[in-house]
Nanobody
Framework: QVHLVESGGGLVQPGGSLRLSCAAS????????IGWFRQAPGKERLGVSG????????YYPDSVRGRFTISRDNAKNTVYLDMNKLTPEDTAVYYC??????????????????WGQGTQVTVSS
């Protein structure tokens, strides 16, 4: 089982930026895809980006495309999420997750089997 730990969350003003990190350990080679998700209070968990461990392909929903960038450092077994032009609507707990599914690029939480504990991102003035 892979172990995922998120970091980098915090309080940021509207229009600001944050970088989240997802450090992986354990059986990392078993997983072909890493995704970032977020969940606001009272709302469903939604995917905000994903990256293939095989070819580095990246995926974003329209809500964050152009503002969020996912990247990876294979030597450090770490995946990053750079978030720019943040708005209060981006406030949520952010999770990274790993998947072995061929459908991982759908960013559906149900195809991800390993999850981190989450990190809080609050966008407020």
């Amino acid at each position: 089982q892979v172990h995922l730990v998120e970091s980098g969350g915090g309080l940021v003003q509207p229009g600001g930026s944050l970088r989240l990190s997802c450090a992986a350990s354990g059986f990392t080679s078993d997983y072909s895809f890493i995704g970032w998700f977020r969940q606001a209070p009272g709302k469903e968990r939604l995917g905000v980006s994903g990256i293939s461990s095989i070819d580095g392909s990246t995926y974003y929903p329209d809500s964050v495309r152009g503002r969020f960038t996912i990247s990876r450092d294979n030597a450090k077994n770490t995946v990053y999420l750079d978030m720019n032009k943040l708005t209060p609507e981006d406030t949520a707990v952010y999770y990274c997750a790993a998947s072995t599914s061929d459908y991982a690029d759908s960013l559906l939480p149900t195809v991800y089997g390993a999850w981190g504990q989450g990190t809080q991102v609050t966008v407020s003035s």
